[in-house]
């Protein structure tokens, strides 16, 4: 089992820059984690995922179109948190922000979620 705790959404204008922060705990080692968001009314929809090997050292990040160049996803070994930076913000990145990991091809353990909201 994995838990996943995020934290770091809230309320920014556009333009501004948010970090989201989760945090993994538990008995299973997973070695990616994605960010994924859904917005009123959308689908869920990926926004960046990391990868890294046995020993802690990242071996890929890929983001959606829409987040090259704004955000950057990262993590910290030490603290098994995974980051996700986003800079430049945009109303349309309004969405409750998830992180999940697996172990296999598909996502199985999520977070409980957190808000983001960009006025404009």
């Known amino acids: 089992q994995v838990q996943l705790v995020e934290s770091g959404g809230g309320f920014v204008q556009a333009g501004g820059s948010l970090r989201l922060s989760c945090a993994a705990s538990?008995?299973?080692?997973?070695?990616?984690m994605g960010w994924f968001r859904q917005a009123p009314g959308k689908e869920r929809e990926i926004v960046a995922q990391?990868?890294?090997?046995?020993?802690?050292?990242?071996?890929?990040?890929t983001y959606a179109p829409f987040g090259q160049g704004r955000f950057t996803i990262s993590r910290d070994k030490a603290k098994n948190t995974v980051y996700l930076q986003m800079n430049s913000l945009k109303p349309e990145d309004t969405a409750v922000y998830y992180c999940?990991?697996?172990?296999?091809?598909?996502?199985?353990?999520w977070g409980q979620g957190t808000q983001v909201t960009v006025s404009s």
């Open positions: 990391i990868t890294w090997s046995t020993r802690g050292t990242v071996s890929s990040t």
């Open positions: 999940a990991t697996r172990t296999g091809p598909t996502y199985e353990y």
């Open positions: 538990g008995r299973t080692l997973t070695y990616v």
